[in-house]
């Protein structure tokens, strides 16, 4: 069964290929689609549509485990912030087997993880 391991949050999603329900938000089987399944908080903006780049992650491992990049999706990516050679729109990435990804700091929903804004004491965390 393939996994994905979300970092640094440090938490393993394992799941069948093909046989999540598909929940609409990007391609099916993508990065994100497999997060929304486990409820994993991958911030998803435009709603999967590869109109902003908010489910922008890394791969640290498992690249090859992945769809191929379409121009859309390359096209896209130019305009997030952190860009590496490695970086992927989990709305887009069909995974194929393991991957370990990183979250941006600057993407991650501390919110809605249980944790302390990124805007400070702006807003508190959930209790």
């Known amino acids: 069964m ?3 391991t979300f970092l640094p949050a440090n938490v393993t999603l394992e ?3 093909g046989k999540l ?3 609409g938000h990007g391609k099916p089987g993508s990065i994100l689609d497999v997060a929304l ?4 908080p991958l911030e998803h903006a435009c709603g999967g549509s590869c109109a902003c780049t908010t489910c922008h992650v890394v791969v640290k491992n498992g690249e090859q485990n992945l769809s191929a990049m379409e121009d859309e999706e390359a096209d896209r990516l ?6 590496t ?4 729109l989990g709305c887009q990435a069909v995974v194929k087997g393991d991957l370990v990804l990183e979250v941006p700091a ?3 929903n501390y919110v809605s993880e249980g944790g302390g804004s990124i805007l400070g004491e ?3 965390a959930k209790r």
């Open 2 to 4: 393939p996994s994905i």
């Open 15 to 17: 799941f069948e290929s």
């Open 85 to 88: 050679l490695h970086s992927r």
């Open 21 to 23: 329900p598909y929940s």
């Open 37 to 40: 399944n486990f409820n994993f």
């Open 122 to 124: 702006a807003i508190p």
């Open 106 to 108: 600057w993407n991650r």
């Open 78 to 83: 130019d305009m997030a912030a952190d860009l």
